[in-house]
């Protein structure tokens, strides 16, 4: 079995006097898509941002490839091999397809400055052309973004993800928003990205996640309360009653 890339043990988050997480302690193994599943106010965006280092949690720790990262600033986590899409399209409506990866691109270089010569600007084209590629948008690279279909835009927030060449990429519903003919694209796009990268998710659509997951982990009320496969979290009595009576398709 592989060593755990990212680990989390006995992680508690709170906010003022209200406790969104507690407890939670899990670990993330190399190239598997992991589901993070729950009802509305279950904790999700909150795990997630303290996996992508938005967030540092009240207690317990956070380890990557065994080093200690609680406290560390996002920018580094980036650096270290985890990056992060978010919730809400996140993107320069009026530059380019290209120059918004571009501009990802470039703010990456941690010594970027202005005598930056032109075999490097050369070197940024070429990146935000390969993260370009891997999203299926190299058609699209003049573009202007706010003129993309609903589906490319967050097509366009994954390549500027993939930019820093994560190793862990945390997707916050990748597919909201989407009609089921742009679900199955990103679906598609998703599980090609997994092939090369640990892929950690945060979505709604149950159908997607039962389909497309190779692990599944359940937050209810800011704890952990069931984690395995998606035939595992289907046949969960727990899970079950958690979810009865929602209509989204789970039961
Ligand atoms: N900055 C904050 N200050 C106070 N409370 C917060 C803050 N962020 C989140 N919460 C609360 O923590 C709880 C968990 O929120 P979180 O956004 O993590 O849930 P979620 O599972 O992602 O929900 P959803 O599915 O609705 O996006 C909610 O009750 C929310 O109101």
Known sequence: MNAPLLAVNDIG?????????????????????TSIIGPNGAGKSTFF????????????????????LKGTKQHEFVHRGIARSYQITNIF????????VRV???AS?????????????????????AALEAVGLV?????????????????????IALISNPEVLLLDEPTAGMGPEETKEMVALLEKLAAERTILLVEHKMKMILGLSDR????????????????DIQTDPEVRRVYLGQNDGYA
């Open 13 to 33: 988050v709170r906010f003022g006097g209200f406790v969104a997480l507690q407890g939670v302690t899990t670990e993330f193994r190399p190239g598997r898509v």
């Open 49 to 68: 941002n303290v996996l992508s280092g938005v967030l540092t949690p009240s207690s317990g720790s956070i380890r990557f490839k065994g080093d200690d």
């Open 93 to 100: 409506p009026d530059l380019s397809v290209h120059e918004n």
């Open 104 to 106: 990802a691109a470039q």
């Open 109 to 129: 270089r941690s010594r970027y400055n202005i005598w930056t010569n032109r075999n490097k600007f050369t070197e940024l084209d070429a990146k935000a052309d």
């Open 139 to 159: 058609a699209k690279r003049d573009e202007t973004a706010k003129f993309l279909a609903h589906g490319q835009q967050r097509a366009l927030e994954i390549a």
């Open 216 to 231: 599944i982990l359940v937050l209810h009320h800011g704890r952990l309360i069931a984690d395995g496969s998606p035939r």
